[in-house]
């Protein structure tokens, strides 16, 4: 595959965007990017996206959002591996350029979860889990979480508030990001009086939902230099892997196996190891995913992952700074739209663009993206160049 | 992007399978294209698929099904794009192996429509159309079809009575297809007399739609040798383009731009023209795809589509044999399958498998896949080497 670029970015503020449509979210993002970088005709367009069938009726989103946005007659096609369909149309794009099939694609990760024509979101969402052995037996998805977690603090000895310093890192970022969902600050004590959700899941565990879009134009590498004054953000590590889609089908409920071999292979690709990651976007969806992501990628040790944000080492300025920008937690989760999310926030990152959280002489990030209980996690390595 | 092939290829009949799950039907046709291939561990899994979200309540296949079929921890990923999920998935697992991001993928196109634990088939079929713009105003996906119809009749001064070849054809080649939904042979008073659905649309127009799984191991085509006794079956031709979701927003509703340009790119990448193809498996979702998608490709002028049909070039033997294994017509349509069920039917009459419906010396075939009403459009093209 040849090296790909990121030339340009775009993003619209997560929340409930009543007076928008699924389109003309993605369309804001879309032109955001394509702006950004100076390529006005993306040749190809890869939409991530989870719930639009389901929540507002609508498939076939390439040729749909390709319609919108101007980009007519252009190949054109979706990406769904349920949360994860953001990064997973990031690496089809990538796929595309990089085999050189096209010379630019626009690649949209978007999520219209609040004005619902269809299903509601809950079961919407548990779409995402094994539907004949979990769903069918009356499991929600903040339910197979809450079971890990359960399982978890008796496995490691570790306490609900222990898991606090996610939460409150995520959110103390998220004021500064003006795409934020969820702009404030929350403290210990809001933490641990936060409403229970699904026992010991409680609200402040937990991401919000919401409507939003990011977008990103990746070109070769190679072709960077014909578009003057843009930033060199190399993509040097990529990869997918997967775990069995239900939690009881696996050897280790704790242990993100998919994240730790596509983190792996990311790395191999990028030809680094951790310790020259500087900082990481993380999927948080709920506080256990930040520890079992960082114990899967190598960050910690087994059982071991709330240690690091105890010790205070993922704010800026700490020795691994994740969810730089607020996170799923704080930024926002609208589903299918988030791992675009954390690809835009890398390249913000890498261009120093991030003002009062931005990491020092940020050089490589790193952001994972995870679908259903980890069933699905692909990871990506940005290199500013 | 390098050469690649079809080493393997599974298919299941089409039909009520009420006793199998999707993942069952899914896993079938994986298992007969990993053995035919002798593949064993393919490293990567691109699944087509529209409606699993809505019907079976399952999202995420591309674990699900990796999970299921052995596949444990590869990357996996689903597509969709409408009707033509097949082919967009082949052509993502095509850039796949094409990028050099691996050496062997299985894709596999699935379809589970009759028994359903959600939304009605139909409903869930309007999610090709524009849900603001076509589906709000109460037309379904026959009705699009049946408008658009009733313009060429009226346009180009056709009968009803002139698409009655095609459905004829499909059903006749479909009686030598073991797979195949409608094994039975009609005739032109059948056709006649056939239940209206949708003016001028009527049973015998409109293809039935089915549960199946069609599937095929793809390598680098370099590494074909190292599998002995099998044959190369090259992809020379690759291609994806849009239109407008909306029908009434196309400047000519009768002429499908993005078969067009599709077909023009993957006629151009295997650097051939219209008289060099065998055989042609197209999207005869109903009798007037046919017709325009034999125009939109080069095969008929503007308005003489049914020429051809009429004047039996359609039929083994024939100047242009299409739907040589009962095409969506008879063979079925479920409908993220079908582009996998074309692209499996031009393998096998390109290895010489098709005994009564064999296309004599064929070395070139094309296969099209139409997702909505000619909204998105994949065209390849497979070559015996």
Redesign the interface.
């Known amino acids: 595959?040849r090296p790909v670029a990121v030339l340009g970015i775009g993003q619209t503020i997560i929340d409930e965007l009543w007076d928008k449509?699924l389109?003309e979210i993605a369309g804001d993002a879309a032109i955001k990017a394509m702006q950004d970088s100076g390529v006005e005709h993306p040749e190809g367009l890869f939409i991530g996206n989870?719930l639009s069938?389901?929540i507002?009726?609508?498939?076939?989103?390439?040729?749909?959002i390709?319609?919108w946005v101007g980009?007519?007659?252009?190949?054109?096609?979706?990406?769904?591996?349920?949360c994860a369909s953001g990064a997973?149309a990031f690496?089809?794009g990538l796929?595309?350029v990089?085999?050189?099939?096209m010379d630019s694609a626009l690649i949209v990760g978007v999520e219209k979860m609040t004005d619902n024509?269809g299903h509601d979101v809950t079961?919407?969402l548990?779409?995402?889990a094994?539907?004949?052995y979990e769903?069918e037996q009356g499991v929600s998805f903040v339910g197979l979480n809450a079971l890990i977690m359960r399982r978890y603090m008796y496995e490691y000895g570790w306490k609900h508030a222990d898991f606090a310093p996610f939460s409150i890192n995520s959110h103390a970022n998220a004021v500064h990001n003006p795409f934020a969902r969820l702009r404030e600050k929350i403290t210990l004590q809001q933490f641990e009086k936060s409403a229970m959700v699904a026992t010991p899941i409680n609200l402040l565990d937990a991401s919000p939902i919401g409507d939003g879009a990011a977008a990103a134009i990746i070109v070769p590498a190679e072709k960077v230099n014909s578009f003057p004054g843009r930033p060199r953000i190399l993509v040097t590590g990529s990869?997918?892997?997967?775990?069995?889609?239900?939690v009881h089908?696996r050897k280790d409920p704790l242990f993100l196996?998919?994240a730790y071999?596509s983190s792996k292979r990311a790395f191999e690709m990028a030809g680094i190891d951790q310790c020259e990651i500087d900082f990481f976007e993380l999927h948080d969806a709920f506080s256990i995913m930040s520890a079992l992501s960082l114990e899967a990628c190598g960050f910690a040790y087994r059982g071991e992952g709330p240690r690091l944000a105890l010790d205070n080492e993922i704010r800026i300025g700490g020795k691994l700074p994740i969810c730089t920008r607020g996170g799923l937690k704080a930024r926002g989760h609208p589903v299918g739209a988030t791992g675009m999310y954390q690809i835009v926030e890398v390249v913000q990152q890498l261009r120093g663009e991030c003002e009062e959280t931005q990491v020092d002489g940020a050089k490589i990030g790193m952001a994972q993206n995870i679908?259903?209980s980890g069933?699905?996690v692909l990871t990506h390595i940005l290199k500013a160049d």
């Open positions: 595959m449509s389109r989870m069938p389901l507002g009726g609508q498939n076939q989103l390439g040729a749909f390709a319609d980009m007519w007659q252009k190949e054109a096609v979706k990406t769904e591996a349920a997973a690496r089809a796929m595309a990089g085999s050189g099939e024509v079961s919407a548990a779409t995402a094994d539907a004949d769903v990869a997918s892997a997967t775990d069995t889609i239900a089908s196996s998919a071999l679908g259903g069933a699905t």
